[in-house]
């Protein structure tokens, strides 16, 4: 069993719809939960994070952390053509310095 | 200030010849990553580097891979000979060492392709 499980997708939403990512995890020893946005040929760049339990919001995106479960999500709101690219979750223990990603959701919003 | 700087961008070569990716990190950045990527897949730990010192060399493939971060800063990541199964793309990432919430940024990569 892998640590991140992802949903590969692809996800191909119209313009203004709101869009649910989500991963599973393993290990309980997990304490910083990422969403990390990832353009066409270009590298992953961090969108939001989130320590331990519960919900940060920024701007459109709100993400949410849910560790009796093992389920962390982020919700795009109004999503927008240029939201379209590879959405990879990362997850890292309290030490920070290893970092375990899902496959990557890819996610088309259609003007 | 610069992000992460790779090169080449791009790789095209047959197997069995050698291939390097060069990575420079963003200034005072002490950790430095390289990644694999393979297509519709995560980001998978090659090899991590605390200044010059490799910390974590588990996933590296040592018979045909290596790694090396001269004066803890830029770095090199080699591969002799190069296999089909190689083509990826290599990104490097870099961050600071603090403890806690750690952002990576990682710079464009290195995509391979191997013949």
């Known amino acids: 069993q892998k640590e991140v499980e992802q949903d590969p997708g692809p996800l191909s939403v119209p313009e203004g719809a709101i869009v649910s990512l989500n991963c599973t995890y393993s290990?309980?020893?997990?304490?910083?939960f990422m969403w990390y946005r990832q353009y066409s040929r270009k590298g992953p760049e961090l969108l939001m994070y989130?320590?331990?339990?519960g919900n940060k919001e920024d701007g459109r995106f709100t993400a949410q952390v849910d560790k009796s479960s093992k389920y962390i999500s982020l919700f795009i709101r109004d999503s927008q053509p240029s939201d379209s690219a590879t959405y990879l979750c990362?997850?890292?223990?309290?030490?920070?310095?290893?970092?375990?990603f899902g496959t990557g959701t890819s996610l088309t919003v259609i003007p | 200030e610069a992000g992460v700087v790779q090169s080449p961008r791009y790789k095209i070569i047959e197997k069995k010849q050698p291939v390097a990716f060069w990575c420079n990190p963003i200034s005072g950045h002490n950790t430095l990553y390289w990644y694999r990527q393979n297509l519709g897949q995560g980001p998978e730990l090659l090899i991590r580097?605390?200044?010059?010192?490799?910390?974590?060399d588990s996933q590296l493939p040592k018979d045909r891979f290596s790694a090396e971060r001269l004066k803890g800063v830029d770095s090199t990541l080699k591969i002799q000979p190069a296999e089909l199964g190689d083509s990826a793309v290599y990104l490097c990432?870099?961050?600071?060492?603090?403890?806690?919430?750690?952002?990576?940024?990682f710079g464009e990569g290195s995509r391979l392709t191997v013949l």
């Open positions: 290990n309980s020893a997990f304490q910083y």
């Open positions: 990362a997850m890292s223990s309290a030490t920070g310095n290893q970092f375990y």
């Open positions: 580097y605390e200044n010059e010192e490799a910390v974590d």
């Open positions: 989130t320590y331990s339990s």
């Open positions: 990432a870099s961050s600071t060492n603090g403890a806690g919430a750690r952002e990576l940024f």
